[in-house]
């Protein structure tokens, strides 16, 4: 089966520092991996996704994470953090013919002024 | 807006209620996904729909029930509650190929048992 697992589930930055969420995945077939974003008070939005493409994947909000086979990774960055990043990320693997994606159990990240 | 609607968006209830949280998923849509979110557990997915049918469940109590209604809507049934059912409650919408194109999610629902 399926499974994400995040390192580190807080990460705290300076602002303009470079940011970078940890994520790996186990899966027996080719993965489809998706990054959302959680805003205080709000619902999860979809940040990037890989699906077997270019495997530097490119997002909103000047996100991107790269896709390593050979490392089952999938790791988030940013190269300047801005206050407004300050939320939690949730890293997610599909799962099968149903489409059901299974999350990571996220990181906050923290921007210092 | 996402275009997923849930309601309501707070609910605050008794031990042994039960309640009813609605979704309506985004225009053209037929997949719903029902997930719970609590600190210690993180996201779990509960259950998934397509068009009407059950297509997948998860870590679903048998206290908790679902169904999809012939508009799309779907409504999550939790009932005889417990304190630990506090929790933020997300449904996510997608196409048929939610695994591909990933999920649109509501807001949530925060439920609160007391």
């Known amino acids: 089966a399926q499974s994400v697992t995040q390192l580190g589930s807080h990460v705290s930055v300076s602002e303009g520092a470079l940011v970078l969420l940890r994520c790996n995945y186990s899966?027996?077939?080719?993965?489809?991996l998706f990054w959302y974003v959680q805003y205080p008070n709000q619902g999860l939005q979809l940040l990037l996704k890989y699906t077997s493409a270019a495997t530097l994947v490119k997002g909103i909000n000047g996100f991107e994470a790269e896709f390593k086979k050979s490392e089952t990774s999938f790791h988030l960055t940013k190269p300047s953090a801005h206050m407004s990043d300050a939320a939690e990320y949730f890293c997610?693997?599909?799962?099968?013919?149903?489409?059901?994606?299974?999350f990571g159990q996220g990181t906050t990240l923290q921007v210092k002024p | 807006d996402s275009g997923v609607t849930q309601t309501p968006k707070h609910l605050i209830t008794a031990t042994g209620q039960r309640v009813t949280l609605r979704c309506s998923p985004r225009?053209?849509?037929?997949?719903v996904y029902w997930y719970q979110q609590s600190l210690d557990q993180g996201l779990q997915f509960l259950i998934q729909?397509?068009?009407?049918?059950?297509?997948a469940k998860g870590n679903i109590l048998e206290r908790f029930s679902a169904q999809q209604f012939p508009d799309l809507h779907s409504e999550l049934n939790l009932s005889s509650l417990e304190l630990g059912d506090s929790a933020l409650y997300f449904c996510?919408?997608?196409?048929?190929?939610?695994?591909?194109?990933?999920?649109?999610f509501g807001s949530g629902t925060r439920l609160t048992v007391v």
């Open positions: 899966s027996s077939v080719p993965p489809y």
């Open positions: 996510a919408s997608s196409s048929r190929g939610g695994g591909y194109y990933g999920y649109t």
């Open positions: 225009s053209g849509d037929l997949s």
């Open positions: 729909y397509y068009n009407g049918e059950e297509r």
């Open positions: 997610a693997v599909s799962e099968g013919n149903t489409g059901k994606l299974i």
